[in-house]
Structures are given as C-alpha cells and as structure tokens.
C-alpha cells in the first residue's frame, strides 16, 4: 500500500487564493519530499524537508512537517492559473535505503 | 530535463509480446529507478538500480526485470507483456540516496 496519502483529492480555487494540500504516511522516514506533475509530463520536485525539520519555505511555498502525526501539508499563497497541476508528496524511509514512496496526489485546479 | 530520456515515447504492443523501455541519462548518476503510474493514483516503484548492475525490486516487479550494464542506460523489459500492464512507466534519476529525484517525460504503454 502507498505509504503517502493525499488529501484532498482534488482541489479548486480562484487565482489569487490560497491552497492547502496534506500528506499523511505510516512508517519512520528521512525526509519528505513535494512534487509537481504538469498533465502528461513526469514530475518536478518542489522541495525536500528532513525529518529533523519542522517547516520550511521556497518561494510562494510553505511545507510543514509533523512527525508524531506522520504528517505534511504543502501551501501554495496567492495561487496562478500556471500553478493547476497534480500535486504528490513522497517520502524515503529509514529502513528502505533507495525505495521512495509516492502518495496518489492531489489535482489542483486555479481558475483565473 | 536534467539530462535523462526516455524511449520510446509511446508505444502499442499485443499481450504475450516482449517489450523493452530504455531510460538514458547524461548526468553520470548512481540511482535510476522504474515507476508506473495509473490513472488517477501516484507512481508505483517496479525497479530501482544503485549501480552498474546492481538493481533491487521495488513494490510492483511482478512481471517485470531491469538490467543496467552501463552508468547511463537502466532498461525495463516486460517479458510477456499483458493488458494489466498497460500504464504510463517513469524513469528517475538521482546522484544520491534520499535526495531529489528527476524524471524523464514518460513512456505511455499500451497492450492490447
């Protein structure tokens, strides 16, 4: 099963919003890491955060991560139209040296 | 697209035949893994590879091998092939373990 689950599945805003997106996983990791899927293109990554890190930011992007809770949330301020992509979270394990694993995304829609 | 490519782009096969997807890389990296995606979820790992010819499965490698005899080719063979198979098949690369992966734009595989 994924180790990463997204929530929500889908989600839609007006351009200028902003928009949450959250992570959950099960077993210990290293790091968690934020990805981006324009449609029929392969993923760019976002961000990593260490498992030692509590939030970090880049830009218009702000990923938090809870351990106890085995939880992340990516937030996107002041959305763009070009932002409307599936976004997925995935996580390196401590004990899976090369096994990441990716959680089944969240699609995000910016209406103009 | 930090040097990796994949081929072919697209490709239709009939069940029951061999196929073979090729991910080349010209960024000198260590790790190259294999991923499928399905519509709607996130990417599944079939293979991964720390090294000329060092490979490990991952979660789906049922019905699938890989080989890699030099640095900048990772090969994944369906050696006959079937219609559960038919998905969109990722290659990533990364220099090192835990870090951030880069994706190549895909193969869209469909058997009939």
């Known amino acids: 099963s994924q180790q990463g689950e997204e929530d929500p599945q889908a989600l839609s805003i007006q351009e200028g919003e902003n928009a949450t997106m959250n992570c959950s996983y099960k077993?210990?990791?290293?790091?968690l890491q934020w990805y981006r899927q324009n449609s029929g293109r392969g993923l760019v990554h976002l961000i990593l955060?260490?498992?030692?890190?509590r939030e970090k930011h880049s830009g218009r992007l702000r990923v938090t991560l809870d351990t106890s809770k085995k939880s992340s949330s990516l937030l996107i301020t002041a959305s763009r139209a070009a932002d409307t992509a599936s976004y997925f979270c995935?996580?390196?394990?401590?004990?899976?040296?090369?096994?990441?694993?990716f959680g089944d995304g969240t699609t995000l829609t910016v209406k103009p | 697209d930090a040097g990796i490519t994949q081929s072919p782009r697209h490709k239709v096969t009939e069940t029951g035949t061999p196929v073979t997807l090729r991910c080349h890389q010209t960024?000198?990296?260590?790790?190259m893994y294999w991923y499928r995606q399905d519509p709607g979820h996130g990417l599944r790992l079939i293979h991964y590879?720390?090294?000329?010819?060092?490979?490990d499965k991952g979660e789906v490698s049922d019905g699938y091998s890989v080989s890699r005899s030099k640095t900048e080719d990772f090969l994944l063979t369906l050696e006959s092939a079937t219609s559960s198979q038919t998905s969109v098949y990722f290659c990533?690369?990364?220099?090192?373990?835990?870090?951030?992966?880069?994706f190549g734009n895909g193969t869209r595989l469909t058997v009939t």
């Open positions: 995935a996580t390196w394990g401590s004990t899976n040296a090369g096994k990441s694993t």
């Open positions: 077993t210990s990791i290293n790091n």
């Open positions: 955060i260490r498992s030692n890190e």
């Open positions: 960024e000198n990296h260590r790790y």
């Open positions: 590879s720390y090294g000329v010819k060092d490979t």
């Open positions: 990533a690369i990364t220099g090192q373990d835990n870090s951030p992966l880069h």
